[in-house]
């Protein structure tokens, strides 16, 4: 399960989108839809990028109470997307009614992949405005054991926390890790980031890029750089 690179389409779009994959003749990689995407564009986008032949981590990082939830994740199942995601702030009960949801009546579901706190919530913000009195880290661990316990697949993450998720949840719970820079290219807005060979290396199971890929003069080549580097 796992090992392999996700292209956040971060596009505003469904012409931007479907332009961008155009681009790919010989593969069809995984992608990421998020919310400007998905709200924007309806869940057409979903079936159309299916139906293409792509896998689809649908993030929308479902937050609500579980019967909301529950009823929400089983029509994001009947999409037929292979991976999405909640907030694991939404306690045990939440995430376990989310699977029960998206559990199909053959059995099988996509991956449940949880947020535990956001890359843009800082420790201090967190423990004084949302009166978490705990280290981020130790919150971050904590959230990620919740979510292995409700039966979830694993956690979207730094790469920097992958290993030590791997140690607290076991090597089998899944690590899907943004964050993603080549050595040699521009660092934008992110800043804790690890190239794909770095990723490898510490175990993430899944890397999201986005913009070294989409941005990337050549997207393909970008594409088989990740792959290469992460994958291969
Ligand atoms: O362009 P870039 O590679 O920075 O894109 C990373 C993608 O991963 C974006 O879609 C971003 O919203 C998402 N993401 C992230 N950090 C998180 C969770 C999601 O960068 N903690």
Same mark, same amino acid.
């Given at each position: ?17 479907? #332009? ?5 003749k010989?593969?069809?990689?995984? !992608?990421? =839809?998020?919310m ?10 979903? $079936?159309?990028?299916?139906? +293409? ?27 037929? !997307? ?8 939404g ?5 376990? *009614? ?5 559990? +199909?009546?053959?059995?099988? $579901?996509?991956? @449940?992949?949880?947020?535990? %706190?956001?890359?843009?919530t800082?420790? #201090?913000?967190? %423990?004084?405005? @949302?009166? =978490?009195?705990?280290? =981020?880290?130790? /919150? ?9 316990? *409700? ?8 790469p @920097? ?6 140690? !607290? ?6 690590? /899907?890790?943004?964050?993603? +820079? ?7 807005? %992110?800043?804790?980031i690890?190239?794909?060979? #770095? ?11 986005? +913009?070294? /890929? ?9 594409? $088989? $750089?990740?792959?290469?580097?992460? !994958?291969?």
């Amino acid at each position: 399960m796992g090992k392999d690179v996700i292209i956040a389409c971060d596009f505003n779009s469904k012409a931007e989108v479907m #332009e961008f994959l155009d681009k790919f003749k010989e593969e069809k990689p995984y !992608v990421k =839809i998020g919310m400007e995407l998905f709200y924007g564009a309806g869940p057409d986008i979903v $079936r159309e990028i299916k139906a +293409r032949g792509h896998k689809i981590f649908l993030d929308l990082k479902l937050c609500d109470i579980p019967n909301t939830v529950k009823k929400s994740m089983k029509v994001l199942s009947n999409l037929d !997307v292979d991976m999405c995601n909640l907030h694991a702030f939404g306690t045990k009960a939440m995430m376990e *009614a989310a699977i029960e949801g998206l559990t +199909r009546d053959d059995g099988t $579901r996509p991956l @449940l992949i949880a947020v535990t %706190q956001l890359t843009s919530t800082s420790e #201090e913000r967190m %423990q004084g405005e @949302l009166l =978490i009195n705990k280290p =981020i880290d130790e /919150v971050v661990m904590h959230y990620a054991k919740n979510a292995m316990e *409700a039966g979830l697949d694993g956690v979207v993450c730094s790469p @920097l926390e992958a290993g030590k998720v791997h140690t !607290v949840c076991g090597e089998g719970f899944l690590t /899907v890790t943004p964050g993603i +820079r080549f050595a040699d290219s521009s660092v934008g807005d %992110q800043v804790r980031i690890m190239t794909p060979a #770095e990723a490898k290396k510490i175990g993430s199971d899944y890397i999201v890029v986005g +913009r070294p /890929v989409t941005q990337a003069e050549d997207p393909v080549a970008a594409y $088989r $750089r990740c792959v290469a580097e992460f !994958v291969d």
